[in-house]
C-alpha cells in the first residue's frame, strides 16, 4: 500500500512536469510537508525541487535557493540526484547555480558534483566557469579520481581547449580508457589526426586497452589522412580484439567510412554485404550503415549505385534518416534524375515525417539548377532566405551564381551574388564564383573591381591541396 503511494506521487510529479502546472506541485508540496512523506526520501526533495524549478518561467532562481535552504547541508545525496536530474534534462544554469549553492553554504563535494558540475559547464560552453571548477577540484583533493579527471579531460577537449585536455591528461595520477578516449575524442573533432594516432601509441605504453569507441576514432583519423595502409592494419586490430563486432553498428560504419574515403569502394561494399550478421543467423542492418554505404556512393560519384541502393533500403523496410535523403536527392540531381529527386524531398515530409532542414532545400536548389531550371531554383532560394535567417541561405545563393555561370545568365548571377553579400560580404566562394562568370563573357572590368574590392576588405583565396599516401 505504501509503495503504491509511492508511485503515485512520482507518477503525478512527472505529470506535473509534462503539463507545468505550478499549483498541482504547491498544492502536492503542502500535502507531503502535511503527512511528513517528504522527509522519508532523499528522492522526494529532489524530484519536488527539480519538478518545482523546471516548471516556472520567472524567478527560478529564487526559488530554487529557498528551496535549498529546507534540505540537511550535511547529506549531499539530495544535492547530487537534483544536480544529476538537471544536468540529465538539459537545465545546466539550474544545474551550476545549484552547485554554486552547494560550495557556498558547505554542502560536502564528491565526485558526483564534480562530475556533474563539468557536465554543466560544457553545456553552457563556459571556459572560465570550468576552469574555476577545475581549481576547485584542485583545492579540494579530488585530482586523483579518475572519474572527476575524466569529466575536466572531456571538458576541455569538447570546449576545443586539446592542449588544456592533454595536459589534464597527463596530469591524472590514475587514468583508464575512458579518460584517453575522451582526449582522442577531442583530437579528431579538431581534425588533428596524426596527434590522435600518436596519442593512440601512447595508450600502449600506458597499458590502456583500445575498445569500441578508440577504434572508431583511430579509423576516422586514417580517413581523415587517407591513411589506407593504417586503416587497413586498424581493420585487422579491430577483427582480432572485437569479439561483438556484429553488435556494434557504428564501428562498422566506421569501417565502411574509411574504406570510401580512402576511394576504395570495392572494399566498403564488401564491409557492408558482411554486417548485420548476428549469431543466430538472422539479418539486420541499420539505417546507419545503409546511410553510410549510400556516403560512399555518392563520395566517389557511383550515383546510380546510390539510387539503386536507397530503393533496396525501402524495399528492406528500413525507414531513411536525413543524411540519407541528402545522399539520393543530391546523386538525383547529379545524374540528372529532377522528378524522382524531387519525389524524395516530397516524401520526407509524407511518408516519413521528417522535416527537412537547409541540406536538403540546399540540394534541391542544387538539383533545380544542374537541370537549368534556374527561375525555379531563384524562387525556392528567395523563399527559403525570407523564411529563415540562417548562414545556410549564403551556399544556395552560390549554387544558384555557378549555375548561372554554367548556363550563362549574368544578370541573374549579379542578382544572386548581390543577395549572397547581403548576407555574409566577406564569403571568398562568392567572389570566386562572380569571378568566374565575369572571365566566361570577358568582363575584366568587372573582375579587377572585384579583385580590388577584396584587397580593401583584406580577403584572400584559401589554396587548396590533395592527401596522398606514398608507401614503400
Known sequence: MFIQKLDSINGFLRHCFQTKDVRAIKKLHAHLLRTRLLFISPGFESKLIFTYTTCLHRNNSKTLTALLNCINPANPLPFNMILSDYCRNGFSFLALQTFSFMHTNGVPLDTYSFCCSSVASCSMKDVILGAQIHSLVGKSGWLSSVFVGSALVDLYAKLSLINDAAKMFDEMPVKNTVCANALLSGYGEAYQWVEGLEFVRKMRALNLKCDHFTFSAMLRACAGLSAIELGRQVHGSVIRMVSDLEDDVFLQSSLIEMYGKCGLVGKAWQVFNLSGFAYSGERKRDVVLW???????????????????????????????????????????????????????????????????????????????????????????????????????????????????????????????????????????????????????GMWDEIEQLRELMKETGLKKDVGCSWIEITR
Not at 312 to 326: K, N, T
Not at 360 to 371: E, F, N, P, T, W
Request: charged fraction near 20%; glycine fraction near 10%.
Open 291 to 441: 546511410t553510410s554505404m549510400l556516403a560512399v556512393f555518392g563520395r566517389n560519384g557511383d550515383l546510380e549505385k546510390v539510387i539503386e541502393l536507397f530503393k533496396e533500403m525501402l524495399r528492406e523496410g528500413i525507414s531513411p534518416d536525413g543524411v540519407a535523403f541528402v545522399t539520393v536527392i543530391s546523386a538525383c540531381g547529379h545524374t540528372g534524375h529532377v522528378k524522382l529527386g524531387i519525389q524524395y524531398f516530397e516524401s520526407m515530409v509524407s511518408d516519413f515525417g521528417l522535416e527537412p532542414g537547409p541540406e536538403h532545400y540546399s540540394c534541391i536548389v542544387d538539383l533545380l539548377c544542374r537541370a537549368g531550371e534556374l527561375e525555379r531554383a531563384w524562387k525556392m532560394v528567395n523563399e527559403m532566405t525570407h523564411k529563415e535567417n540562417g548562414s545556410y541561405s549564403v551556399s544556395m545563393w552560390g549554387t544558384l551564381l555557378n549555375a548561372c555561370n554554367e548556363f550563362g545568365n549574368v544578370e541573374l548571377g549579379k542578382l544572386a551574388a548581390r543577395k549572397a553579400f547581403e548576407m555574409d560580404p566577406h564569403n571568398v566562394g562568392i567572389y570566386v564564383l562572380l569571378s568566374n562568370v565575369y572571365a566566361k563573357f
